[in-house]
Structure formats: C-alpha cells, structure tokens
C-alpha cells in the first residue's frame, strides 16, 4: 500500500512502532505476572520499563492521530456556528496543537540533554532516562509539523476558494 504523503509514511511507521512497544509490554507483564504467581520469581524493574514503554508508545501513536484528525473535539459548542466560524475554530486548533506539540517535543529535547549529561536513570534497571525523553521528543515533533502542515494546507485551500 503506498502513501501519498511522507507525513503520513512517517506517521503510519510511528503507530506501527508504537503498536510493537505495547505488544512488547503485554507479553513482559504476562511473562512477569505469571513468574511471579506460579514460579515465584518476579522480572525484575518490569514496572519501570511499563512507564518508559507506555509514555513512548502514546507519544508515538500521536502523530497518526494527529494526522486523521482523531483528537477530542468537543462540537457542542459550536455545532450551531456557520461553516466559516467552525473553519477558523479548526484553524485556530490546528495552531495551538503545533504549539502544544512544539513544546512537548522542545522540552523532552532539552529534558534528554540535561539526563545525558547528569546520567540520568531509572532506580532498579538504571535503564537511561535521555532514551526515554527521546523517545517522546521525536514523534511530538513529528506531530508538531503534522499540525503545521494541516493549518497551512486548510488556510491555503480556504485561499483558493475565496479567490
């Protein structure tokens, strides 16, 4: 199956990833629960690894959502509002999700560099926290940039219409 857009490749890629990290998950948590209440040896550090794989697998569903457009809209407000009101809104949306998005990714960036270089880790595992940053940092950018593009593709094609 080709796509038409590389946003959309990298998107799709993305989930798919994240789609491995929770499969990933479930089996470590089968595996750990069952050694723990049949063999009575538990995995060790298994609840640190569920919260780095958990946070990087919601940050790499995001692009993806962000690209279907699948977030929460709340249309009860503004189901009323004519078609132009309801364009801007959306518009407006789309902006404050690269904001948003452009933040999340800027600080888990400037978050990766500080546990690099204080050598940051987790208790048990002494799994790297930079790993876990970076994980986040990279699809919210990418998700930041979906955004751009969508409010930047909307504003053109409201352009050509008008015209």
Same mark, same amino acid.
């Given at each position: 199956? *080709?796509?038409?857009?590389? /946003?959309?490749?990298?998107?799709?890629?993305?989930?798919? /990833? %994240? %789609?491995?990290?929770?499969?990933?998950?479930?089996? *470590?948590?089968?595996?750990?629960?069952? &050694?723990?209440?049949?063999?009575d040896s538990a995995l !060790? &550090?298994?609840?640190?690894?569920?919260?780095?794989?958990?946070?990087?697998?919601?940050?790499?569903?995001?692009?993806?959502?962000?690209?279907?457009?699948?977030?929460?809209?709340?249309?009860?407000?503004?189901?009323?509002? @004519?078609?132009?009101? +309801?364009?801007?809104?959306?518009?407006? &949306?789309?902006?404050? *999700?690269?904001? !948003?998005?452009?933040? /999340?990714?800027?600080?888990? %960036?400037?978050?990766?560099? +500080?546990?690099?270089?204080?050598? &940051?880790?987790?208790?048990?595992?002494?799994?790297?926290?930079?790993?876990?940053?970076? @994980?986040?940092?990279?699809?919210?950018?990418?998700?930041?940039?979906?955004a751009a593009m969508q409010?930047?593709?909307?504003?053109?094609? +409201?352009?050509?219409? @008008? @015209?």
């Amino acid at each position: 199956m *080709m796509f038409s857009n590389p /946003l959309e490749r990298i998107a799709r890629f993305c989930s798919i /990833l %994240g %789609g491995l990290v929770m499969t990933s998950l479930m089996l *470590m948590t089968c595996y750990s629960l069952i &050694g723990r209440n049949f063999f009575d040896s538990a995995l !060790i &550090g298994d609840f640190e690894l569920t919260g780095v794989g958990a946070g990087a697998a919601i940050a790499l569903f995001m692009p993806l959502c962000q690209l279907k457009r699948e977030n929460i809209i709340v249309d009860f407000f503004t189901a009323k509002c @004519s078609e132009a009101t +309801n364009f801007k809104l959306d518009r407006l &949306g789309d902006l404050f *999700m690269t904001l !948003i998005f452009f933040l /999340l990714a800027w600080r888990c %960036g400037a978050a990766a560099i +500080n546990a690099k270089e204080t050598l &940051g880790a987790s208790m048990l595992l002494g799994f790297p926290d930079w790993i876990v940053f970076t @994980s986040m940092c990279i699809p919210f950018g990418i998700t930041a940039l979906i955004a751009a593009m969508q409010a930047l593709s909307q504003f053109d094609k +409201n352009n050509k219409a @008008s @015209s």
